[in-house]
Each structure stands twice: as structure tokens, then as C-alpha cells.
Nanobody, 118 residues
Framework: QVQLVESGGGLVQAGGSLRLSCAAS????????MGWFRQAPGKEREFVAR????????YYADSVKGRFTISRDNAKNTVYLQMNSLKPEDTAVYYC???????????WGQGTQVTVSS
């Protein structure tokens, strides 16, 4: 079992920044692919970003490319999502996910709300 706890969400004005954190426990973190997803009201959950176990490879959704940065600290079992130049359409519940192969995520956090006001 893996427990994932997100934090760092909140209310921010358009153009502002937030940094989300996701702390993992319960299994080996350093071998996992970690991802961030989001779900806006009335919409399906969508992929935001992912990072390889070493941190050397990252991948982003087109909608956040150039504004969001995913990173990880394996010593702290934590993955981050730095979000800059936020837009109202970034408003959603953000979830982190733990996986052992690309596109396959076995564990999910409870989510943290991000609200961007215009």
C-alpha cells in the first residue's frame, strides 16, 4: 500500500503561483513514476504532468507546458508541482498518483483544491 497526501492548494488570483506537494509513504518511492492530474467541476479527470523515478524525464499536458514544473525529492519521498501564471481554467482538484509504469497509476491521493480567480 501507498499513502499519498497532497498539500499546497488554495485560492490565488490569475497570474499568481502555487506549489503543490505530495508526500508518499508505505512503499519504495524512488522507483515510482509520479504524476499529477486534475479534475474540474463537471469534467473528467485529466493528466497534468509526470516525472520519472530519477527525475530526469518529465512530460506535460499542452495546457500547462511552460507554466507548470514537476519535480521530486526522493530523499523526502515528495513530488512537487510548481504552478506559475495561473489561469481561471486551472481551477480544479489536483491529485497526485503513484505508478510503476507509464500511464499506469496504482495509488492516488485525496486531492487538493486549487481555485484561480479572475
Amino acid at each position: 500500500q501507498v499513502q499519498l497526501v497532497e498539500s499546497g492548494g488554495g485560492l490565488v488570483q490569475a497570474g499568481g503561483s502555487l506549489r503543490l506537494s505530495c508526500a508518499a509513504s508505505g512503499r519504495t518511492f524512488r522507483n515510482a513514476i509520479m504524476g499529477w492530474f486534475r479534475q474540474a467541476p463537471g469534467k473528467e479527470r485529466e493528466f497534468v504532468a509526470r516525472i520519472s523515478w530519477s527525475g530526469s524525464s518529465t512530460y506535460y499536458a499542452d495546457s500547462v507546458k511552460g507554466r507548470f514544473t514537476i519535480s521530486r525529492d526522493n530523499a523526502k519521498n515528495t513530488v512537487y508541482l510548481q504552478m506559475n501564471s495561473l489561469k481561471p481554467e486551472d481551477t480544479a482538484v489536483y491529485y497526485c498518483a503513484y505508478g510503476t509504469s507509464p500511464g499506469v497509476y496504482d495509488y492516488w491521493g485525496q486531492g487538493t483544491q486549487v481555485t484561480v480567480s479572475s
